[in-house]
């Protein structure tokens, strides 16, 4: 067997900023450089390690998440009238302390290969932001108890496909497919195939959507993207959560797409079963959401 080089990183990753750059990009800044010259990047803690690992990896290099604390069921049973007694659902992560050791040889004996998860890539007037999204990406204003006004359309080669939608809301939020059982999931969104290729999307909390109550939740298929405009004097991009956000003011255009590299990532056995049972499901709904 050759000589592989491994990097393990472990919870917290402290890498970004508590303030923001003061460059005209506006975007928090990673006290890290982009991760080359590995073979294999191993997260050892639960799926938000493995988001902020991701965003210094590329698409050459794969990863393996360890979700070093699991829920327990026993103990969800007995503190459950106590206290909330889950912790890390590791839903991107592969393995446990108990079968690392097997699930490591398989890899670096060739016998398992990564899956490609796709990415989501945010244009903010017309610039790419350095950083993707794994899980979702929330528009919204720095306030929680402030609302916020967009507009959104769906375009296909350039060209828009959808009604122009202007929304007073509490924010727009967008997810990939691996990030479709996160908030998306919990704000009334569906679970997608891991693997698709598909971004879906949700207004928060739309004020008085009348005709266009049925836009507000729909699918940004791969060959398409959505353009959004912000109407407000402040407003952030929030990427994979709180730590990672990208300022906006009134009159900035957004492009969000899953024209991104796409992230190779080792998942669970258990995990690719449930892809191949929600393929037929997902078929259905994106049958009905996809109305242009």
């Given at each position: ?17 508590d303030?923001q ?12 450089q ?17 988001l ?28 459950s ?16 302390v108990?079968?690392?050791e ?14 490609k998860?796709t ?28 609302v ?12 828009p496909?959808s009604?122009?939608v ?26 997608m ?5 598909d ?5 928060r ?5 009348g ?5 507000m ?51 669970s056995q258990?995990?690719?079963?449930t ?18």
């Amino acid at each position: 067997m050759s000589r592989r080089r491994l990097l393990m990183l472990l919870k917290p990753i402290d890498v970004y900023s508590d303030s923001q750059s003061d460059g005209p990009s506006r975007i928090t800044n990673p006290h890290s450089q982009p991760i080359h010259d590995v073979d294999l990047v191993v997260t050892v803690g639960g799926d938000g390690t493995l988001l902020q690992a991701s965003h210094f990896i590329d698409d050459s290099v794969p990863v393996l998440g360890v979700n070093s604390d699991p829920t327990r069921a026993e103990e969800v049973e007995k503190l459950s009238n106590e206290i909330d007694a889950t912790r890390s659902t590791g839903y991107l992560c592969a393995v446990t302390v108990n079968n690392f050791e097997q699930v490591l040889d398989n890899i670096l004996e060739g016998r398992t290969i990564p899956s490609k998860l796709t990415r989501i890539s945010i244009c903010v007037n017309s610039q790419v932001l350095s950083t993707y999204a794994l899980n979702d990406v929330l528009i919204a204003h720095p306030c929680p108890a402030a609302v916020s006004q967009f507009s959104f359309k769906i375009k296909s080669d350039d060209q828009p496909c959808s009604p122009l939608v202007n929304s007073r809301s509490s924010g727009l939020r967008v997810s990939t497919a691996a990030g479709s059982t996160a908030a998306m999931l919990s704000a009334g969104g569906f679970l997608m195939p891991i693997l698709s290729e598909d971004l879906q999307f949700m207004v928060r909390e739309p004020i008085s959507p009348g005709e266009t109550s049925s836009l507000m939740h729909g699918l940004i298929k791969s060959h398409q993207s959505m353009d959004a405009t912000w109407f407000c004097k402040e407003g952030a991009i929030y990427i994979d959560g709180s730590h990672v956000f990208y300022s906006i003011q009134n009159g900035d255009t957004i492009e969000i797409s899953s024209r991104a590299p796409i992230l190779k990532v080792f998942l669970s056995q258990r995990l690719q079963t449930t892809v191949k049972k929600l393929e037929e499901e997902y078929l259905q709904k994106k049958e009905i959401l996809c109305k242009y």
